[in-house]
């Protein structure tokens, strides 16, 4: 009886592996297409570094429907967006335009970029001012002379 239901359940597997959540899909095929287009622009506020369009959050599927409302009434795809950047900010899109408002954003890796330079300029230059050469004593200067002339010799 336990192989039976063993077995029976081993068998199952495929069939659970292949189960999914079914995909919201517009009536109109083209629309759905446009739909994920434009959602692949639109960043999950959830999941934050996945698109809309990939993520299975309940924000993400209710931000798709609003995308499907909004074509279906005739909205193009600057009027949708705008809708959502209004909603919920510019940090919804994944390429935020450049304005005072995300200025910092955009100019602040060339900032870091330039303030590292300038700190690596900055301490090559003090490490060369402070090398300073120690100069050897007589005995010490003899002693490596003898030192390289017995290399000499024993390589030749």
């Known amino acids: 009886m336990m192989k039976k239901l063993c077995l029976t359940m081993l068998l199952c597997v495929p069939m659970w592996a292949l189960a999914g959540e079914a995909q919201d899909i ?16 639109v960043r999950c506020l959830v999941c934050q570094s996945e698109p809309v369009s990939t993520s299975h959050s309940d924000w993400s599927n209710d931000v798709r429907a609003i995308m499907r409302d909004k074509m279906k009434a005739g909205a193009s795809d600057q009027d949708i967006m705008d809708l959502l950047v209004e909603r919920f900010g510019k940090s919804v899109l994944f ?31 003090k490490r060369q001012t402070t090398v300073t050469e120690t100069a050897l004593s007589v005995e010490e200067t003899q002693r490596a ?12």
């Open 26 to 41: 517009a009536d109109d095929p083209v629309m759905e297409t446009r739909m994920i287009k434009l959602a692949e622009k």
């Open 95 to 125: 390429d935020p335009p450049v304005d005072n408002e995300t200025m910092p954003l955009w100019s602040a890796p060339f900032i870091l970029l330039a303030l590292g330079g300038a700190a690596l300029f900055y301490k090559l230059r």
């Open 145 to 156: 002379n003898d030192l390289l002339n017995s290399a000499k010799d024993s390589q030749t």
